[in-house]
Antibody, heavy 119, light 109 residues
Framework: QVQLQESGPGLVKTSETLSLTCTVS?????????WSWIRQSPGKGLEWIAT???????YYNPSLKSRVAISVDTAKNRFSVKLTSVTAGDTAIYYC????????????WGQGTLVTVSS | QSALTQPPSASGSPGQSVTISCTGT?????????VSWYQHHPGKAPKLMIY???KRPSGVPDRFSGSKSGNTASLTVSGLQAEDEADYFC?????????FGTGTQVTVL
C-alpha cells in the first residue's frame, strides 16, 4: 500500500513562498507513475495544482502556472511544490497524490496539510 | 476554470441506495471517459472508489458503481452501510486541465 505524507509550514506570510514536500513510502518514485499536488479551499473547492513524473516532466494548472513549481527528488523518494506570491486565497488543505496517467485518476492520497496564509 | 457540480448532500437509510450526480461540460465529463470518484472522511486521506467512469479498484465493494450519460456522471451506493457516511467528490480529465466536483456529503440515516 503506497503511503504519502505531506510536510511543511502551516503558516505562510502574504506575498511569500509556500513550500511543501510529499514523502512517499512503500513505493519507489523511480519505478514510475506520476505525482501530483491538489488543494482544497473553502472558496474554490478542490483544485489540481501540478503533476510531475519520475523523469521530471511537469504539468501545471494553467491558472496557477505562473506561480507554481513542482520538483522531484528520487534519491529521497519525495516530491515538492512551491507557490510564490501567496495571498489569503491560497489558504487551503494541500494534498499530495499518486496519479495514473493512463487512466487520469489519483489512486493514493496523503491526509493533507493545512496551510494558512496571513500577514 | 470551473468545478464540476454535485448536490451538497444526499442521504438514505441502511440498505437503501443513494445516487450522486456530477455535472460538467462537453470539455470534461462529456468529452472523456475519465471520470473518477473519491470517498473522503475528513482528516483522512481520500480514497479512490471508481475510475474511468465504471471501474472499481481492488478492495472497493461492488455496492459502489459508476455511470455516465452525456455531461453527467453518477455514483450509486447500493445497500447503504454506516461506514459509507462520508464526503464524496468526482473528478474529470479535461484536456490540459483536471477538474473536481463540489463534493456531496452522504448521510446514513
Amino acid at each position: 500500500q503506497v503511503q504519502l505524507q505531506e510536510s511543511g509550514p502551516g503558516l505562510v506570510k502574504t506575498s511569500e513562498t509556500l513550500s511543501l514536500t510529499c514523502t512517499v513510502s512503500d513505493y519507489s518514485i523511480s519505478s514510475g507513475y506520476y505525482w501530483s499536488w491538489i488543494r482544497q479551499s473553502p472558496g474554490k473547492g478542490l483544485e489540481w495544482i501540478a503533476t510531475i513524473n519520475y523523469r521530471g516532466t511537469t504539468y501545471y494548472n494553467p491558472s496557477l502556472k505562473s506561480r507554481v513549481a513542482i520538483s522531484v527528488d528520487t534519491a529521497k523518494n519525495r516530491f515538492s511544490v512551491k507557490l510564490t506570491s501567496v495571498t489569503a486565497g491560497d489558504t487551503a488543505i494541500y494534498y499530495c497524490a499518486r496519479y495514473l496517467g493512463n487512466g487520469f485518476y489519483f489512486d493514493f492520497w496523503g491526509q493533507g496539510t493545512l496551510v494558512t496564509v496571513s500577514s | 476554470q470551473s468545478a464540476l457540480t454535485q448536490p451538497p448532500s444526499a442521504s438514505g437509510s441502511p440498505g437503501q441506495s443513494v445516487t450522486i450526480s456530477c455535472t460538467g461540460t462537453s470539455n470534461d465529463v462529456g468529452g472523456y471517459n475519465y471520470v473518477s470518484w473519491y470517498q473522503h472522511h475528513p482528516g483522512k486521506a481520500p480514497k479512490l472508489m471508481i475510475y474511468e467512469v465504471t471501474k472499481r479498484p481492488s478492495g472497493v465493494p461492488d455496492r459502489f458503481s459508476g455511470s455516465k450519460s452525456g455531461n453527467t456522471a453518477s455514483l450509486t451506493v447500493s445497500g447503504l452501510q454506516a461506514e459509507d457516511e462520508a464526503d464524496y467528490f468526482c473528478s474529470s480529465y479535461a484536456g490540459s486541465n483536471y477538474f473536481f466536483g463540489t463534493g456531496t456529503q452522504v448521510t446514513v440515516l
